[in-house]
């Protein structure tokens, strides 16, 4: 048998307190009630990832598969002393550059975001 809440409780906060316990409520779905409640009771609080976030990390991981395919490629031609064409290397460079630069700019953004927060 579950009890009845028939008791209140006011809470003075701060108003960046109010705005970050508003903010936590709504990335987890959940009421304001239940933010302080999961903190009385212990209670783990799970936060709701994002789907572009979810989209990025599976897209990460398909280029970071990638990459570890072309190297396997060319340190395996390195081995047998294969010549692998300078164009082609250069090309791969340039793509490896691209990617660095973008993922830096995806931790830039991401860093600015919690820093918002």
């Given at each position: 048998?579950?009890?009845?809440?028939?008791?209140?409780?006011?809470?003075?906060?701060?108003?960046?307190?109010?705005?970050?316990?508003?903010?936590?409520?709504?990335?987890?779905?959940?009421?304001?009630?239940?933010?302080?409640?999961?903190?009385i009771?212990?209670?783990?609080?799970?936060?709701?990832?994002?789907?572009v976030?979810i989209?990025?990390y599976?897209?990460l991981?398909?280029?970071?598969?990638?990459?570890?395919?072309?190297?396997?490629?060319?340190?395996?031609?390195n081995?047998?002393?294969?010549?692998?064409?300078?164009?082609?290397?250069?090309?791969?460079?340039?793509?490896?550059?691209?990617?660095?630069?973008?993922?830096?700019?995806i931790?830039?953004?991401?860093?600015?975001?919690?820093?918002?927060?």
């Open positions: 048998m579950t009890s009845q809440r028939l008791c209140k409780f006011q809470l003075r906060l701060t108003q960046l307190e109010k705005v970050k316990a508003e903010q936590l409520a709504d990335d987890l779905g959940i009421t304001l009630s239940d933010v302080f409640r999961s903190v009771y212990k209670k783990f609080l799970v936060f709701h990832i994002p789907d976030n989209r990025t599976l897209k991981g398909k280029i970071s598969n990638n990459i570890n395919q072309i190297t396997k490629v060319l340190n395996t031609h081995k047998f002393n294969a010549n692998v064409p300078y164009d082609v290397i250069f090309e791969l460079k340039e793509q490896l550059a691209n990617v660095s630069t973008q993922i830096d700019q931790r830039e953004q991401m860093d600015y975001d919690c820093q918002a927060d």
